[in-house]
């Protein structure tokens, strides 16, 4: 089955005013993009179409989780995502602008295939930094030994504080020697 084709929206023969659309993103959604960095995910997409004569309005409003790996223990974690973002639509029988929030297609199309969007859209959501606050469930997926080896690392920085006037450094040294000189 073709994971995007709940997302071909029928914009021909549409009314004009706001349309609702409710999709789910999951595994077949994801399995469409070869090259992406989540496999799987259960993401709700809230879909409003506002069409008028020469132009439709597209707000993305999708929360949900993604299956990944924490940055903090290299776990694998359901983390949390969450996002809202709008696409323009307008139609016309040439390409005018790469403008990334505007899109032009021909007058006489008549689906209107949102999936790459999603997608996109999904993959922007996901923060730099992939952790959550896990601690806070009730049996929380980290990986206690890579913490115990994160412990010890702490221990062993402590113990050599780079601050330490006492401590040869030759970066510290460098610079004492660069503020005599001028």
Not at 46 to 63: T, Y
Not at 88 to 97: D, Q, R
Not at 151 to 169: F, G, L
Request: proline share 8%; aromatic share 8%.
């Amino acid at each position: 089955m073709n994971g995007l084709l709940p997302f071909s929206l029928p914009i021909k023969g549409l009314r004009d005013g706001v349309h609702a659309f409710k999709l789910d993103i999951d595994e077949v959604f994801f399995a469409e993009f070869p090259e992406s960095p989540i496999k799987q995910g259960k993401i709700s997409l809230d879909l409003q179409l506002d069409k008028r004569p020469n132009l439709m309005v597209l707000d993305f409003d999708f929360k949900g989780t993604v299956r990944t790996e924490c940055d903090r223990c290299m776990a694998e974690i359901d983390l949390p995502i969450a996002d809202q973002q709008q696409l323009l639509v307008k139609l016309s029988e040439t390409e005018v602008s790469n403008d990334p929030e505007v899109i032009y297609i021909h007058p006489e199309t008549s689906d209107l295939n949102v999936g790459p969007y999603a997608y996109e859209y999904v993959i922007l959501a996901i923060p730099l930094i992939k952790a959550y606050d896990c601690q806070a469930e009730q049996n929380p997926p980290c990986n206690k030994e890579i913490f115990g080896f994160l412990a010890q690392d702490t221990e062993k920085t402590e113990q050599t504080d780079i601050s330490d006037p006492n401590t040869d450094n030759p970066v510290w040294s460098a610079l004492k020697n660069w503020k005599n000189s001028n």
